[in-house]
């Protein structure tokens, strides 16, 4: 039997077991008046989305999704003046964004062989999305030098990365597209990426570890033919999600209304599983 999330519930949740430590890890505290938050709220058994709203510290913004009983809880940028319901974020300076991450399994589905569904997680199914995570992560540090990466699991088929170095929140659109890009190529761009791409592609995705001696000559076609069937397992991020300055993105340790899952810190991408993430009803035991 479907378990349905009730008001009630979510209430309980935010005002005894939800914490914003997750998120001020992230985000830190320096101006957090001015950070723009989403939610989906349970009005008379109907949901509305609101948006555009900020909170002077945290314990407001906890007693507002406590008192309220949020279904979805959502962070954005920062801006200046903070947020506020009667004006859109448009019309307001912004003024920082950490750089995000969305991996999805229903990007996958074209080649996923479980045959169950779109909606369907499996163990079969689960390491392109965790092969994927661990790639981003590792060029994320390797090829440009980031080092406050912070993984969550999405609360449903995916995970969130969390770029949170300084330097990620001035980043324009054309900043992030382009290492989005590098990262999650087109399909005309995969027989031309370089040489240490594929290294680590090969090592993360076959356990393989390209040698000076496999590409000499003789190894080249076995490569090659490796390669060809690992291409349309690259990472495939919502790149509108990381060049979206003004996207939301769940706030950790709240939870997904689809599921009741609790969007959760992920140490070990490789060993991570959904079944590991708790939901909201075995917390409120």
Same mark, same amino acid.
């Given at each position: 039997?479907?378990?349905?999330?009730?008001?009630?519930?979510?209430?309980?949740? %935010?005002?005894? %077991?939800?914490?914003?430590?997750?998120?001020?890890?992230?985000?830190?505290?320096?101006?957090?008046?001015?950070?723009?938050?989403?939610?989906?709220?349970?009005?008379?058994?109907?949901?509305?989305?609101?948006?555009?709203?900020?909170?002077?510290? &945290?314990?407001?913004?906890?007693?507002?999704?406590?008192?309220?009983?949020?279904?979805?809880?959502?962070?954005?940028?920062? %801006?200046?003046?903070?947020?506020? &319901?009667?004006?859109?974020?448009?019309?307001?300076?912004?003024?920082? !964004?950490?750089?995000?991450?969305?991996?999805?399994?229903?990007?996958?589905?074209?080649?996923?062989?479980?045959?169950?569904?779109?909606?369907?997680?499996?163990?079969?199914?689960?390491?392109?999305?965790?092969?994927?995570?661990?790639?981003?992560?590792? $060029?994320?540090?390797?090829?440009?030098?980031?080092?406050?990466?912070?993984?969550?699991?999405?609360?449903?088929?995916?995970?969130?990365?969390?770029?949170?170095?300084?330097?990620? !929140?001035?980043?324009?659109?054309?900043?992030?597209?382009?290492?989005?890009?590098?990262?999650?190529?087109?399909?005309?761009?995969?027989?031309?990426?370089?040489?240490?791409?594929? =290294?680590?592609?090969?090592?993360?995705?076959?356990?393989?570890?390209? $040698?000076?001696?496999?590409?000499?000559?003789?190894?080249?076609?076995?490569?090659?033919?490796?390669?060809?069937?690992?291409?349309? =397992?690259?990472?495939?991020?919502?790149?509108?999600?990381?060049?979206?300055?003004?996207?939301?993105?769940?706030? &950790?340790?709240?939870?997904?209304?689809?599921?009741?899952?609790?969007?959760?810190?992920?140490?070990?991408?490789?060993?991570? %599983? &959904?079944?590991?993430?708790?939901?909201?009803?075995?917390?409120?035991?």
């Amino acid at each position: 039997m479907k378990r349905i999330l009730t008001k009630e519930i979510l209430q309980k949740y %935010y005002s005894s %077991y939800f914490s914003l430590e997750p998120l001020i890890k992230v985000i830190g505290i320096s101006k957090f008046q001015n950070r723009e938050f989403g939610f989906l709220l349970i009005d008379n058994g109907n949901e509305r989305f609101i948006r555009n709203m900020s909170f002077k510290t &945290p314990s407001e913004l906890v007693k507002f999704m406590a008192l309220t009983g949020v279904k979805g809880a959502y962070v954005g940028a920062m %801006y200046d003046p903070p947020p506020r &319901p009667s004006l859109s974020v448009t019309k307001l300076k912004w003024i920082g !964004r950490e750089l995000i991450f969305d991996l999805d399994l229903t990007d996958y589905d074209d080649i996923r062989t479980c045959g169950k569904g779109k909606d369907h997680v499996c163990p079969k199914c689960w390491p392109l999305v965790a092969n994927a995570a661990m790639f981003l992560d590792e $060029t994320l540090k390797d090829d440009f030098g980031f080092k406050k990466i912070y993984w969550f699991f999405s609360g449903r088929r995916g995970f969130h990365a969390w770029v949170a170095d300084d330097i990620t !929140r001035t980043f324009d659109e054309e900043v992030r597209e382009a290492i989005v890009s590098y990262i999650s190529p087109e399909e005309h761009e995969k027989n031309v990426l370089p040489l240490a791409y594929q =290294k680590r592609a090969l090592k993360i995705y076959t356990k393989t570890k390209l $040698t000076d001696t496999m590409l000499r000559k003789q190894f080249k076609s076995e490569i090659e033919k490796i390669w060809s069937e690992l291409m349309n =397992k690259l990472p495939r991020i919502d790149k509108k999600v990381t060049i979206d300055r003004v996207r939301l993105l769940r706030i &950790p340790g709240s939870v997904h209304n689809a599921t009741g899952k609790i969007v959760t810190e992920v140490k070990d991408l490789e060993s991570f %599983y &959904p079944d590991d993430a708790p939901d909201i009803w075995s917390i409120m035991v």
